[in-house]
T-cell receptor
């Protein structure tokens, strides 16, 4: 069974601070996605990383895929209250004989004005 | 274009009852995946349907079942409800099978159906 561990589980920071969220596994993934979910809504895709060592930037968000394609990180610069939400990583890979998309349990971020 | 539509949004059932949830994917999408989301376990994969065929199934008991119709709309059913089935059930659609092994495309999620079992 492929598992994705996200840390920290909860994060509460002041507006303007920087933060990093981690997504780790002992399994290799062919690609990794990051989603953000706001209360009362479904997750929305932020980015997909495919190549080991790949770095993608989306405005103030920077995503990195580990060289071995087992881990990923999301760094937010100068966090805004609008960044508040549940951040989920999801790894695509073969597990238990079939191809699966495995989600981490998420990091709940609160940005205080 | 219209997004993924899930109905009902909220429902309350009692133990032993059964429930059917519906999902209408984005027009043109033939893949529908179902997930159960709870605070303790996060998002857990239930099953995926593509062109009316179940492609993949997660590690859930047989009480959880689903189907997909020729218009790509999907339903999931939970029989003999237990307290632990209380959760947000999310449906996601995509143009390609999410578990195809091809570079994974974007999953478009609905707002979910929140089930409470008393």
């Amino acid at each position: 069974t492929q598992l994705l561990e996200q840390s920290p589980q909860f994060l509460s920071i002041q507006e303007g601070e920087n933060l990093t969220v981690y997504c780790n596994s002992s399994s290799v993934f062919s690609s990794l996605q990051w989603y953000r979910q706001e209360p009362g809504e479904g997750p929305v895709l932020l980015v997909t990383v495919v190549t080991g060592g790949e770095v993608k930037k989306l405005k103030r968000l920077t995503f990195q895929f580990g060289d071995a394609r087992k881990d990923s990180s999301l760094h937010i610069t100068a966090a805004q209250p609008g960044d508040t939400g549940l951040y989920l990583c999801a790894g695509a890979g073969r597990g238990a004989g079939s191809y699966q998309l495995t989600f981490g349990k998420g990091t709940k971020l609160s940005v205080i004005p | 274009k219209a997004g993924v539509t899930q109905t009902p949004r909220y429902l309350i059932k009692t133990r032993g009852q059964q429930v059917t949830l519906s999902c209408s994917p984005i027009s043109g999408h033939r893949s529908v995946s179902w997930y159960q989301q709870t605070p303790g376990q996060g998002l857990q994969f239930l099953f995926e349907y593509f062109s009316e065929t179940q492609r993949n199934k997660g590690n859930f008991p047989g009480r959880f079942s689903g189907r997909q119709f020729s218009n790509s709309r999907s339903e999931m059913n939970v029989s003999t409800l237990e307290l632990g089935d209380s959760a947000l059930y999310l449906c996601a659609s995509s143009s390609l099978p999410a578990t195809s092994g091809i570079d994974t495309g974007e999953l478009f999620f609905g707002e979910g159906s929140r089930l409470t079992v008393l």
